[in-house]
């Protein structure tokens, strides 16, 4: 079983910059596709950012050149690094991990970051 974490979420302005992180339980976090997702109210979780572990990301095309995703696999933990921030990003942001043998999905509890002047 595993337990995903997350924090750093928070209200910022237009243009500014926050990062959010996640914890995961368990054992081989390196071997596993983690991501973070994000979801508004009446519309359905969409991807933002994901990492394979084999060293490929992929963003949603509203956020790249914006966000990054990075990973330390020592401390079990994912990171996402939002810059120029919109109000559009607005949302619960979550993060997945997909365990590589069995396929399944582990969500965090969510954490709200709010984009506003």
């Known amino acids: 079983q595993v337990q995903l974490v997350e924090s750093g979420g928070g209200l910022v302005q237009p243009g500014g910059s926050l990062s959010v992180s996640c914890v995961a339980s368990g054992s081989m976090f390196s071997i596993h596709t983690v991501g973070w997702y994000r979801q508004t109210p009446g519309k359905e979780r969409e991807l933002v950012a994901t990492?394979?572990?084999?060293?490929?990301?992929d963003y949603a095309d509203s956020v790249k050149g914006r966000f990054t995703i990075s990973r330390d696999n020592a401390k079990n933990t994912v990171y996402l690094q939002m810059n120029n921030l919109k109000p559009e990003d607005t949302a619960v942001y979550y993060c997945?991990?997909?365990?590589?043998?069995?396929?399944?999905?582990?969500w965090g509890q969510g954490t709200q970051v709010t984009v506003s002047s």
């Open positions: 997945n991990l997909r365990h590589r043998y069995s396929g399944r999905d582990y």
């Open positions: 990492d394979n572990s084999y060293g490929s990301t």
